[in-house]
């Protein structure tokens, strides 16, 4: 039986964090935290990045693109001048295996640690079922599920390597849960579902190392890429909205504070699982 001093036992790092005298709330503070974001270049990873910078961590985008969204240098001069913090880009396709586990080395190499990562990279793309060649099926899997695999692999070898416990989040989706009424996206859902699962399985076996695994499910996002199919699909801008419990779209800003919070000592006792942000989508 537990002694009754065991059942309020408070987690070390709190204590640690409390001893500072920090104004707020401690337990959400990533200094000197070593992050990685994949498909950080622009969009829902940028966002979440920027949150991650002002909450202290030094973070390091990795993305396929040959240079990042032009808003990436702003927010880097930011973290440089307002947070004391900084943000690297580093080009590689999370395709490829040796040229990803040899950045990740080097990062972890460079400040003898590395703490966590948002694998946020991934594709879409709308064909119906019957239409899907196996090429497309195959490029959607290797990017969106074994891509998320190597990646987490390869940061969490570091932080195992280097004795750091810490936190990977998958963004996975609400699509991973259902099937989105209206719209055709088999591989996709497919894929996100798979993420989900992959995040469980990677969280059983890791969790010795102190290392957790979690998933964010966002629901519809406004981005330049949805902005552009509103104008092929106008009525989706007027169905989209109806379907959740808030009447509204989201943005990539309502997913700061879930990624500040599964990468910090806030979350330290959540492993596993998934935290679908949808406006009650999915609860309909």
Not at 85 to 102: E, G, I, K, P, S
Request: net charge negative.
């Amino acid at each position: 039986m537990l002694a009754s001093q065991d059942l309020y036992f408070e987690p070390p790092a709190f204590h640690a964090a409390s001893s500072k005298g920090t104004r707020g709330l401690p337990e959400f503070d990533l200094s000197g935290k070593i992050l990685i974001v994949s498909g950080g270049a622009r969009g829902l990873g940028l966002t979440q990045t920027e949150a991650l910078l002002e909450a202290g961590a030094t973070v390091y985008v990795l993305d396929r693109l040959p240079e990042p969204s032009p808003q990436f240098s702003a927010i880097a001069d930011r973290a440089r001048l307002d947070f004391g913090t900084d943000l690297q880009y580093r080009q590689v396709d999370v395709r490829d295996n040796f040229a990803l586990n040899a950045i990740v080395e080097n990062i972890a190499f460079s400040h003898n640690r590395l703490d966590g990562l948002i694998a946020a990279a991934g594709i879409q793309q709308e064909t119906p079922a019957l239409e899907y060649t196996q090429e497309d099926v195959n490029a959607m899997l290797e990017t969106n599920v074994t891509g998320v695999f190597m990646t987490a692999q390869a940061v969490a070898r570091q932080m195992i390597k280097h004795n750091c416990s810490g936190s990977l989040v998958f963004i996975g989706s609400m699509s991973g849960t259902v099937a989105n009424r209206g719209l055709i996206c088999p591989a996709y859902n497919a894929s996100k579902a798979a993420v989900l699962q992959l995040a469980r399985n990677l969280a059983s076996e890791w969790g010795e190392y102190g290392i957790r695994v979690n998933t964010i499910s966002p629901g519809y996002i406004v981005t330049a890429m949805v902005e552009a199919l509103f104008e092929k699909f106008p009525e989706r801008k007027e169905i989209w909205p109806k379907e959740n419990m808030l009447n509204r779209l989201s943005y990539p800003r309502d997913y700061r504070g879930a990624a500040v919070f599964l990468l910090s000592d806030a979350s330290s006792f959540m492993t596993a699982t998934d935290l679908r942000i949808d406006g009650g989508h999915v609860s309909w």
